[in-house]
């Protein structure tokens, strides 16, 4: 076990947090990031592999058909420094996929910004709407006078800017061992006091292929700028989050469980632009001087309506080929940004806020239901009223379904549960859609329980690869979902490759 030591170091406005200093490498693998200021990094444990095993699908949260919405908001905000309660006027609170931090906006009397400018700074405010909590550092303060009336506005941001400009020095960082992504961003956050919670598929960086200038939060962004991953903080802890930008691939909207669901007749204003791209279905990648070249293409295409070249220093893996690529496809076609102001709604079965990246079905809409990814949001509190605003992303091809309580289909009906046999060594395309009848397409096979042998995967609705290892793989069960959410379990069967 590595000896570590801890000792108490200051954030930029002076709240103590703890560093660890480990004299060992967890990994047996020495990594260094060089900058102008810092220390060894320490990685941490590696992820734990194995076959993930599908939940059982949550009730999707709903936003219902309705003239008259019954709501009581609440809403506080409370000065940290102190934990007093102030009042502001009005307040929107935003963040968007392309930024890093959520905003805070106010408007408050002469008081409030006496209190904000004075005492330690920058202030911290606890802002809460309806249960949804908001940590912020108030970046700005500036006053207007009007007399008798003066009138005060307040910019903050996420805590998370304790890593950013200008509470942290612009420096020189370079890599001068061969490390990890995620290593990278870990280690650019040792002094600020911040938590890196890295979602994506890290990737491998040789020695002298990354370098930078600029604050710890500028490394995290470039690192994720790589696979155009999104990078967020949480709204109350200062943490940084680098996941997907399409944890969902958009052929395969119509066919997942969305994270809620919103009635037409629910929304208060809306608007639609569109925002057309060409729709490519293949894209060359490839790294500048150490990096590698990689092709990647919609499945079941050729692949032969090519995106440009991509190229990017930091495209040194196949991870990085595979998440840069996806993200390119997936934004590609026809489809549109759609404006939608909705009312908050907490409590048991309603969605709440919603938030950048989840999948949003809309029903009752006249021209049939869609789904679309949340891109922007922002909630604005002017008490009694609490309005959010979101901002989907809509992709204008995809098979529409039939969803909500009125929606007919035949129900899922196991075909086969026969076993399989394959011969080591040869390529397999074994379709498992095969196995289910019924329903509406497009459906999409997974992996409910059970291991597929060493060499296979499932891709779609379709067992893909060649086996590596002789053996008998019992207890494999599949799970098929249709574009209407409705699912169903196959018996359990077996493969054998010989």
């Known amino acids: 076990m590595a000896e570590v030591v801890r000792r108490s170091l200051g954030t930029a406005w002076g709240r103590g947090r703890m560093l660890r200093r480990s004299l060992a490498v967890a990994w047996g693998v020495a990594t260094y990031l060089r900058s102008t200021g810092g220390s060894e990094y320490i990685p941490r444990d590696p992820p734990a592999t194995g076959t993930p095993v599908d939940p059982e699908p949550p009730e999707v949260p709903r936003l219902p058909d309705g ?61 809460t709407l309806d249960g949804v909590a908001w940590r912020f550092a108030v970046d700005t303060v500036t006053r207007s006078r009007s007399l008798p009336k003066t009138q005060a506005s307040i910019v903050g941001r996420s805590v998370t800017i304790a890593a950013g400009s200008p509470y942290q020095p612009v420096r020189q960082w370079s890599c001068d ?9 870990a280690y650019a956050m040792v002094y600020t006091g911040v938590e890196v919670d890295w979602r994506v598929e890290d990737w491998d960086i040789p020695a002298t292929a990354f370098s930078l200038s600029g604050s710890p939060i500028d490394v995290v962004r470039r690192l994720a700028a790589t696979i155009e991953a999104i990078v967020e903080s949480d709204p109350v802890e200062p943490k940084l989050i680098v996941r997907p930008r399409y944890a969902v691939l958009t052929p395969k909207w119509p066919a997942v469980a969305p994270d809620a669901e919103v009635s037409v007749h629910a929304v208060l204003v809306d608007s639609l632009e569109r925002a057309d791209q060409p729709s490519y279905d293949g894209v060359y990648l490839a790294g500048q001087q150490s990096g590698v070249l990689g092709f990647c293409r919609w499945a079941g295409t050729t692949g032969s309506v090519q995106h440009p070249l991509v190229t990017d220093q930091l495209l040194t893996g196949q991870p990085a080929i595979r998440q840069r690529g996806t993200v390119i496809l997936c934004r590609s076609g026809a489809q549109a940004n759609i404006q939608m102001q909705l009312p908050l709604l907490v409590g048991p079965g309603r969605p709440g806020l919603l938030r950048v990246g989840q999948i949003v079905r809309v029903v009752d809409d006249p021209d049939g239901p869609w789904v679309g990814r949340v891109r922007r949001v922002s909630v604005a509190a002017n008490l009694p009223k609490i309005r959010q605003t979101v901002v989907l992303e809509r992709h204008l091809g995809l098979p529409p379904g039939v969803y909500g309580p009125g929606a007919t289909a035949r129900p899922l009906l196991v075909a086969s549960a026969d076993d399989i046999d394959l011969d080591l060594g040869y390529e397999v395309l074994e379709p498992l859609a095969e196995r289910f009848g019924g329903g509406r397409p497009p459906f999409v096979v997974t992996l409910r329980s059970g291991s597929l042998p060493p060499g296979l995967s499932i891709v779609g609705s379709e067992l893909v ?12 069960v599949l799970r098929c979902v249709d574009a209407e959410y409705r699912q169903i379990d196959a018996p359990a069967f077996t493969i054998r490759v010989i």
Do not use: C, K, M
């Open 177 to 185: 061992t061969f490390s990890t992504a995620a290593q990278i961003a």
């Open 465 to 476: 690869g060649t086996p590596t290892a002789v053996g008998e793989y019992g207890g494999i």
């Open 67 to 127: 003239v008259v919405y019954e709501a009581a908001h609440e809403a506080s905000v409370i000065d940290l420094r102190d934990d007093t309660l102030i009042e502001l006027a009005s307040l929107t609170i935003s963040t968007d996929e392309d930024s890093a931090y959520w905003t805070l906006q106010a408007q408050a009397g002469d008081e409030v910004f006496r209190r904000l400018t004075s005492g330690e700074q920058p202030a911290q405010l606890l802002v």
